[in-house]
Nanobody, 127 residues
Framework: QEQLVESGGGLVQTGGSLRLSCAASGRTFSTSAMGWFRQTPGKERDFVAA????????YYTDSVKGRFTISRDNAKNTVYLQMNSLKPEDTAVYYCAAAITYDSGYVSREARRYGYWGQGTQVTVSS
């Protein structure tokens, strides 16, 4: 059983930066592809970024390319999302998710591929 806990959200001005962290407590972190998703009220959960279990592959939604960076530290069972040049439209609850996989290069933007989810952390970008 993988338990995920996000942290690092908060209130920031347009153009600012935040670094989200997601700590995993299970034994399967190093065998899991990890993803970040975000959700605003009344909308579906949207893909933001993903990273393979090896860290060698990353994948971003177009709207965050060049501004966000996903990374992981398998020794610390933690995945990060560095968010720079934040915009008001980045305001959302951000969730991390884990997908156990045998493929070291696997990444996915599909929420249904992820079996474990954190509780979310609020990111608010003021204009």
């Amino acid at each position: 059983q993988e338990q995920l806990v996000e942290s690092g959200g908060g209130l920031v001005q347009t153009g600012g930066s935040l670094r989200l962290s997601c700590a995993a407590s299970g034994r399967t972190f190093s065998t899991s592809a990890m993803g970040w998703f975000r959700q605003t009220p009344g909308k579906e959960r949207d893909f933001v970024a993903a990273i393979s279990r090896s860290g060698g592959n990353t994948y971003y939604t177009d709207s965050v390319k060049g501004r966000f960076t996903i990374s992981r530290d398998n020794a610390k069972n933690t995945v990060y999302l560095q968010m720079n040049s934040l915009k008001p439209e980045d305001t959302a609850v951000y969730y991390c998710a884990a997908a156990i996989t045998y493929d070291s290069g696997y990444v996915s933007r599909e929420a249904r591929r992820y079996g474990y989810w954190g509780q979310g952390t609020q990111v608010t970008v003021s204009s």
